[in-house]
């Protein structure tokens, strides 16, 4: 059975300041008899000044520029392999977690599964409320990569957050009652597949959010601003052309884009460019920033269409904070048939590069290559590639414009790409060091095998139009060949490339040299956000449990704590009676709903419960989830349909399951495991939605009673082959 690979999301967004003028309700200073700061008191001024508060974590990156570097050094190289257990917090989700925990004058603030919010005293862990959204569990449907949530904005009292079904929710931030929720999708339905993960960003008197989608038909990509105080809606900024046949384009900046669209494209399939993750906001400037997604379909060149820079897909993009108007954009590829999204973590900051300092915005994008931009102006300052690409040759700085191998293109044969559609870097959050002028990137060395899949036999995988892309350890030309024809071998594919396999790096990058500083290889290819702090220390949590810590200056590791379950979120730093501790939220899935568990996976072997978990100096032994039991493969029930059914349901599982039920282990059910009782309710669950409650939404939509027996078959079918080669004869 072939196994989908759907690209990787996702995302920590940077929440930036900027309410001018506000009054602010925050901590008296040290010494003074004021009473005690009411929660959540953050504002303009305070975030302006975060360095001169070491002790806090205000905002997902910390601070205005997102570099989630801390001022704390009472943890550094002297003390560090003495950090221990202080505290944990169960969520009661086994599914992916992406927040960085905010914490705000004794009090912590995260996010889960959907959009739940969590209140806990940072002190002890206890909890001080948590906040349901109210999501009906049909959205886990219409996210790509798990029902994750990438963290929340503390502004005045309140928390703000978006709910996987595209509603802004403010909270008080004292007792976590729902002050107002406001939807933010532009339409609504399986047509319009929106869903809503990242952070909101504080821009002035707004409060931005941006929406996922591009993977499915239907999402037109847009990022959209509400009042902080009513959640009144201000503005909202498409960035992809609406379909020329409805008549003149609706917004001014979509005007000269539709000319870089083919005039053959698919606007039926909403054309992409979502804005899911990477924003900030300059609050001297009044802009907002954010970055943008693939195009939608994937392959521009489908059907024989030519394509063209397909504006502002695979862009970082500057906008008017007060009124959403277009200020610049950079495109990073144009053109993007690869997946690359330019949707990665935004570092806003000052650069000397030689010639005096630089207001700058840097990304360490999908695509490879590492940004520096001027802020003001979207100038390219610098452009070079952090990890090994094939795809492009190099950055023509003068126009900015990428120099495309021909050998990139993929639709007359397969093609091995580096790097996969997942990125060399994702959603984890990277840190920008000030004191080394370092950037600490989590970076990913792996290719994929693309290849244009529309006139095969397996057709189009739900949601994810005709470009599919293999791991080269999940490519087997025997084993796909019934799916997708005759294929190449992997042989012939990397022929002169670096080595097929997935592997993981730290990577400290230099900004204004434009180059390597030092590297160290990660537990896989799928680890953690990293945090830096002024103790000369870099954080990274990893796949197989351990949160890892470096030296800032050259990599050298100076610990590693077992947590037990697999890291994928940013830590974060604070301190709190004299007492730094690190916190991060612990729980392995998002992208990996689309792939099958490894061995070197500690969600492979234990318990994947979700947790959030503080650390501190003499801290005692974290405590391990209980190792998972080696069961074998439950009895199926009688086979069942003809060899032709099986065949079809084989297809058919392709196209609309193995996106998230992968036969094999992983984080969402391997449905060859299903018990008699879910075999008995099987059509229920697929057809009525009977387990939509925990996100495994209804397909009567798609699927006819006749396409979910023949899926059934194929479940049966394949439960028989695993239990008949684990039971002797």
């Known amino acids: 059975m072939a196994r989908a690979v759907a690209r990787a999301l996702v995302g920590l967004l940077i929440v930036m300041a900027g309410v001018a003028g506000c009054h602010s309700n925050r901590a008296p200073a040290s010494g003074s008899q004021s009473a005690k700061p009411s929660p959540g008191a953050v504002d303009a001024e305070r975030v302006a000044k975060a360095a001169s508060e070491p002790d806090q974590w205000l905002m997902t990156g910390r601070d205005g520029g997102g570099t989630y570097f801390s001022p704390l050094a009472d ?10 257990f202080a505290w944990e917090y169960k969520l009661g989700t086994r599914r992916g977690l992406e927040a960085t925990p905010v914490v705000v004058d004794g009090a912590l603030y995260t996010s889960g599964n959907f959009g739940w919010v969590y209140a806990l005293d940072a002190a002890t862990g206890r909890e001080l409320w948590k906040y349901d959204p109210e999501v009906d569990g049909q959205w ?50 399986p047509k319009t597949p929106y869903t809503l993960s990242a952070t909101p960003v504080i821009a002035g008197d707004v409060v931005v959010v941006g929406s996922a989608g591009a993977d499915f038909a239907g999402a037109r990509g847009y990022v ?19 379909n020329p046949k409805e008549g003149p384009q609706d917004q001014p900046h979509l005007v000269e884009a539709v000319k870089t669209w083919d005039p053959r494209h698919r606007w039926d399939a909403g054309s992409g460019g979502t804005a899911w993750d990477g924003m900030g906001y300059d609050p001297e400037l009044k802009l907002f920033y954010f970055g ?8 521009i060149k489908e059907g024989g269409r030519t394509g063209g820079d397909d504006l502002y897909t695979a862009s970082i993009v500057a906008v008017h904070a007060s009124d959403g108007t277009l200020a610049w954009h950079y495109q990073t590829t144009p053109g993007d048939r690869w997946d690359y999204d330019s949707t990665q973590k935004l570092i806003l900051t000052d650069l000397d590069l030689g010639d005096g300092p630089h207001k700058v915005v840097m990304q360490a994008s999908k695509n490879g290559y590492y940004y520096v931009l001027d802020r003001a102006t979207g100038k390219l300052l610098s452009a070079n590639n952090f990890a090994y690409v094939n795809w492009s040759k190099g950055i023509d700085l003068k126009t900015g414009r990428p120099i495309v191998n021909p050998n990139a293109e993929y639709t007359k044969e397969p093609r091995l790409m580096f790097p996969a559609n997942a990125g060399a870097h994702s959603w984890q959050p990277m840190s920008y060091d000030p004191q080394t002028h370092l950037t600490y990137i989590p970076s990913m060395e792996w290719p994929m095998i693309y290849m244009d899949t529309a006139n095969q036999r397996a057709g189009l995988i739900e949601g994810f139009f005709t470009v599919q892309a293999f791991l080269p350890e999940d490519y087997d030309p025997k084993a796909l060949k019934g799916l997708y024809g005759p294929l190449p071998p992997l042989e012939k594919l990397d022929r002169g490339l670096p080595p097929a396999k997935s592997l993981g790096f730290l990577r400290a990058w230099d900004p204004i040299h434009q180059k390597l500083a030092w590297q160290v290889p ?208």
């Open 224 to 242: 959209a601003a509400y009042d902080l105080q009513t959640g009144a809606f201000r503005w909202r900024f498409y960035t992809v052309p609406r």
């Open 522 to 729: 990660t537990a896989t290819h799928w680890d953690g956000g990293v945090l830096s702090t002024a103790g000369g220390l870099v954080f990274q949590g990893d796949a197989a449990g351990n949160l890892n810590v470096y030296k800032a200056e050259d990599g050298t590791k100076l610990a590693s704590v077992a947590i037990g379950t697999g890291i994928m979120a940013a830590p974060s730093t604070y301190r709190l009676g004299g007492v730094q501790y690190v916190v991060v939220m612990a729980g392995f899935g998002g992208n990996y709903v689309n792939y099958p568990l490894t061995k070197d996976m500690v969600a492979y072997s234990r318990d994947n419960e979700g947790r959030v978990i503080a650390l501190k100096i003499d801290g005692g032994a974290v405590p391990q989830p209980p190792a998972l039991p080696v069961e074998p493969f439950p009895k199926p029930p009688a086979h069942e349909g003809t060899a032709a059914q099986i065949g079809t349901g084989e297809v058919l599982y392709n196209r609309y399951c193995s996106r998230c039920h992968m036969l094999d282990r992983g984080i969402l059910p391997d449905l060859r495991r299903l018990n008699a009782s879910k075999h008995e309710l099987f059509y229920d669950i697929v057809l009525n939605g009977l387990l939509a409650g925990a996100g495994m939404g209804r397909w009567d939509d798609v699927l006819t009673r006749k396409d979910a027996e023949a899926i059934h078959a194929f479940i049966v079918d394949e439960s028989w082959k695993a239990y008949d080669a684990q039971t002797p004869h």
């Open 292 to 299: 943008t997604a693939n195009g939608a379909p994937y392959n």
């Open 140 to 189: 886990g449907r219409y996210a790509c990569c798990d029902a994750i949530n990438r963290g929340v904005a503390v502004w005045h009292g309140r928390v703000y957050v978006g709910s996987l079904d595209g509603y802004l929710h403010a909270i008080d931030a004292a007792t976590g009652k729902r002050i107002f929720n406001v939807d933010t999708l532009p339409a609504r339905g």
């Open 75 to 84: 943890i550094n190289a002297t003390n560090v392999a003495r950090l221990g």
